[in-house]
Nanobody
Framework: QVQLVESGGGLVQSGGSLRLSCAAS????????FNWHRQAPGKEREVVAT????????TYADSVKGRFFISSDNAKNTVYLQMDSLESEDTAVYYC????????WGQGTQVTVSS
């Protein structure tokens, strides 16, 4: 059974930091591309960052480049999103996803940044 479980969201002031976690199970973790997405009310879902652990390939959306950092721990089968210098525009539900024959999604974790 494939399962992705996000955690780490919460309420933070502008300029603060949060670290999100995506714990994966039931799949070949290091070979797959994992993605962090976010969706705010009234806005389209966007890909924030991606990682392929095996080859250490990462990508970032321009809106978060230099502020957000994606990483992974293969031993823990966990992907992280370190979010620094948070802004009110970063407020959204953040989701973890991957593709292994089909798309898998986590339940999402709410990030709220107060200005």
């Amino acid at each position: 059974q494939v399962q992705l479980v996000e955690s780490g969201g919460g309420l933070v002031q502008s300029g603060g930091s949060l670290r999100l976690s995506c714990a994966a199970s039931g799949l070949p973790f290091s070979n797959l591309r994992f993605n962090w997405h976010r969706q705010a009310p009234g806005k389209e879902r966007e890909v924030v960052a991606t990682i392929i652990s095996l080859v250490n390939v990462t990508t970032y959306a321009d809106s978060v480049k230099g502020r957000f950092f994606i990483s992974s721990d293969n031993a823990k089968n966990t992907v992280y999103l370190q979010m620094d210098s948070l802004e009110s525009e970063d407020t959204a539900v953040y989701y973890c996803s991957t593709y292994w024959g089909r798309n898998y999604w986590g339940q999402g974790t709410q990030v709220t940044v107060s200005s």
